[in-house]
């Protein structure tokens, strides 16, 4: 599965964006898609994962309340719907594919305060 990431920007705080991520090539209900983080000088962290069939929902603590992932199997794309930006959640946002450990390109959100 291949992968790619859009629709970062720049939001002052407070502010929302979705970001999205498109894939292509043959994907299965039962596999589990997700969205990891990182920021300027810290490690890549999980921030979200969903499988094609729509359970499997889990959240970072970290974002838990403000960001909802979520999935158009027929557009074959995955979302994350960030709201209630914190310049903490700046970071390049990476679309991933667990089951072949694929990764997107990524997507920068900037957020200030």
């Known amino acids: 599965v291949q992968l790619q990431a859009s629709g970062g920007g720049l939001v002052q705080a407070g502010g929302s964006l979705r970001i999205s991520c498109a894939a292509s090539?043959?994907?299965?209900?039962?596999?589990?898609m997700g969205w990891f983080r990182q920021a300027p000088g810290k490690e890549r962290e999980f921030v979200a994962r969903?499988?094609?069939?729509?359970?499997?929902?889990y959240y970072a603590d970290s974002v838990k309340g403000r960001f909802t992932i979520s999935r158009d199997n027929a557009r074959k794309r995955i979302y994350l719907q960030t709201n209630s930006l914190k310049p903490d959640d700046t970071a390049v946002y990476y679309c991933h594919e667990f089951k072949g450990d694929s990764w997107g390109q990524g997507t920068l959100v900037t957020v200030s305060s």
């Open positions: 969903i499988r094609w069939i729509g359970d499997w929902i």
């Open positions: 090539g043959r994907t299965f209900d039962r596999d589990v």
